[in-house]
């Protein structure tokens, strides 16, 4: 058996979204600017993806902005909060030290362009809290941006209550929630953000399209200059399949996200229990405030590359963390940043699932994992010197 438990970094695209897809690559190929009936029904087709992905959303289709990535509208949100915060004299940036690197390292080039950026740390579960954002807040902060789950270990933000703080102190609000839509209630209304990002691969849609949704009257600046495309927001011709596909999989997985939620949920923590009978196994993230499909172990005592490599062997996909950081020898900023030393943190495993994961996949990870843990925890003088330690 194979089993596919890689889910947070891609998912297999959908066979709606596919067949949605499919005539836009040949039969209705316009380009949706022509003014020819080709370019109308590309317009069109345009035109019913961006009501489609309000609809799942919450929100308006005028508040829609089609992009090429969920880090390129992580980009686009942060800049445009940085920028035009700077003519107010407003330089200051607040974050959380586990975000993605297409928050993180967008807040460094800003860093190096004069804006100020606070990192708030965050628990042993990876939780920020509102009372944190609200002390860190000044006169002259421009931006907060707090992801609604975190990709790695999987801990949902109180997302709600920190927009509700950054309302009444006038500060706009950006969540990235890549990880989250399609597998978690997202509803603008209730909410409360003021710009929202979100990735067309992580929900069994096509790589290479995301969205951005940025409230009403909040300003928006573009990265990409050219045409008029996205309303002035957004150059470049539109990817209409990808758009139609990611539109199609958002609107497929909210009409299923609470039965499949559910049965992820069950699956979750019965992996969690099982890979928790390991001895010194580590559940990094928040027990239950955390998505139905994500599980993150450490196992003190080996390295994860070799992890990933032996379950591989054993039909079984996973990562160490982000597939964004995947050839990096360092350890998870995210799992330093929830406590842990350099030498647990190397040994992580996240195991993450889709609407397709049985438990029939569930069991075979762990008929697996124990082995394979053991395994190289009996060849490594780390495991050796941690028992002796022990004995001693």
Same mark, same amino acid.
């Given at each position: 058996?194979?089993?596919?438990?890689?889910?947070?970094?891609?998912?297999?695209?959908?066979? #709606?979204?596919?067949?949605?897809?499919?005539?836009?690559?040949?039969?209705?190929?316009?380009?949706? &600017?022509?003014?020819?009936?080709? $370019?109308?029904?590309? &317009?069109?087709?345009? =035109?019913?993806?961006? @009501?489609?992905?309000?609809?799942?959303?919450?929100?308006?289709? =005028?508040?829609?902005?089609?992009?090429?990535?969920?880090?390129?509208?992580?980009?686009?949100?942060?800049? &445009?909060?940085?920028?035009?915060?700077?003519?107010?004299?407003?330089?200051?940036?607040?974050? &959380?030290?586990?975000?993605?690197?297409?928050?993180?390292?967008?807040?460094?080039?800003?860093?190096?362009?004069?804006?100020?950026?606070?990192?708030?740390?965050?628990?042993?579960?990876?939780?920020?809290?509102?009372?944190?954002?609200? !002390?860190?807040?000044?006169?002259?902060? #421009?931006?907060?941006?707090?992801?609604?789950?975190?990709?790695?270990?999987?801990?949902?933000? /109180?997302? #709600?209550?920190?927009?509700?703080?950054?309302?009444?102190?006038?500060?706009?609000?950006?969540?990235?929630?890549?990880?989250?839509?399609?597998?978690?209630?997202? !509803?603008?209304?209730?909410?409360?953000?003021?710009?929202?990002?979100?990735? $067309?691969?992580?929900?069994?849609?096509?790589? $290479?399209?995301?969205?951005?949704?940025?409230?009403?009257?909040?300003?928006?600046?573009? %990265?990409?200059?050219?045409?008029? =495309?996205?309303?002035?927001?957004?150059?470049?011709? @539109?990817?209409?399949?990808?758009?139609?596909?990611?539109?199609?999989?958002?609107?497929?997985?909210?009409?299923?996200?609470?039965?499949?939620?559910?049965?992820?949920?069950? %699956?979750? !923590?019965? %992996?969690?229990?099982?890979?928790?009978?390991?001895?010194?196994?580590?559940?990094?993230?928040?027990?239950?405030?955390?998505?139905?499909?994500?599980?993150?172990?450490?196992?003190?005592?080996?390295?994860?590359?070799?992890?990933?490599?032996?379950?591989? =062997?054993?039909?079984?996909?996973?990562?160490?963390?982000?597939?964004?950081?995947?050839?990096?020898? !360092?350890?998870?900023?995210?799992?330093? #940043?929830?406590?842990?030393?350099?030498?647990?943190?190397?040994?992580?495993?996240?195991?993450?699932?889709?609407? @397709?994961?049985?438990?029939?996949?569930?069991?075979?990870?762990?008929?697996?994992?124990?082995?394979?843990?053991?395994? %190289?925890?009996?060849?490594? /003088?780390?495991?050796?010197?941690?028992?002796?330690?022990?004995?001693?």
């Amino acid at each position: 058996m194979t089993v596919y438990a890689d889910n947070a970094a891609t998912t297999r695209c959908g066979k #709606a979204a596919l067949n949605a897809m499919l005539p836009f690559f040949h039969k209705e190929f316009g380009n949706p &600017s022509s003014l020819h009936s080709y $370019g109308q029904k590309a &317009s069109a087709a345009l =035109q019913t993806a961006r @009501e489609s992905v309000a609809r799942s959303l919450g929100a308006s289709p =005028q508040e829609i902005y089609f992009t090429g990535s969920g880090s390129e509208s992580d980009n686009q949100a942060i800049r &445009s909060a940085a920028l035009t915060g700077a003519k107010k004299n407003k330089r200051h940036l607040i974050t &959380s030290a586990i975000e993605h690197h297409a928050v993180l390292h967008t807040l460094n080039q800003l860093k190096r362009e004069g804006f100020e950026v606070t990192i708030l740390p965050v628990d042993k579960d990876g939780l920020v809290t509102p009372e944190q954002v609200a !002390d860190a807040i000044r006169m002259d902060s #421009a931006l907060v941006t707090i992801m609604t789950a975190n990709n790695e270990v999987g801990t949902i933000e /109180p997302v #709600a209550e920190i927009a509700k703080v950054c309302k009444e102190k006038g500060v706009i609000f950006h969540t990235d929630a890549v990880q989250a839509a399609g597998h978690i209630p997202l !509803d603008i209304k209730t909410l409360g953000a003021d710009m929202l990002s979100l990735s $067309g691969h992580k929900l069994h849609g096509p790589k $290479g399209v995301g969205v951005l949704w940025c409230r009403k009257g909040v300003p928006l600046l573009s %990265l990409i200059n050219g045409g008029g =495309q996205e309303r002035m927001r957004r150059a470049g011709t @539109e990817n209409i399949p990808g758009i139609v596909g990611l539109a199609v999989a958002l609107e497929e997985a909210v009409a299923e996200l609470n039965e499949v939620g559910a049965r992820l949920t069950v %699956l979750r !923590d019965k %992996l969690i229990a099982g890979l928790s009978q390991i001895e010194r196994s580590r559940l990094n993230g928040h027990p239950t405030k955390r998505l139905p499909g994500n599980v993150n172990f450490c196992f003190e005592g080996i390295e994860g590359e070799s992890l990933l490599l032996l379950l591989d =062997q054993k039909g079984v996909c996973a990562s160490s963390g982000s597939a964004c950081t995947s050839g990096s020898l !360092d350890p998870s900023h995210v799992l330093l #940043a929830l406590g842990l030393p350099h030498e647990i943190a190397h040994g992580s495993l996240r195991l993450s699932f889709s609407r @397709e994961t049985t438990e029939a996949e569930i069991d075979h990870i762990l008929s697996v994992a124990p082995p394979v843990v053991n395994y %190289l925890r009996s060849i490594s /003088p780390v495991w050796e010197s941690i028992q002796a330690t022990r004995r001693s």
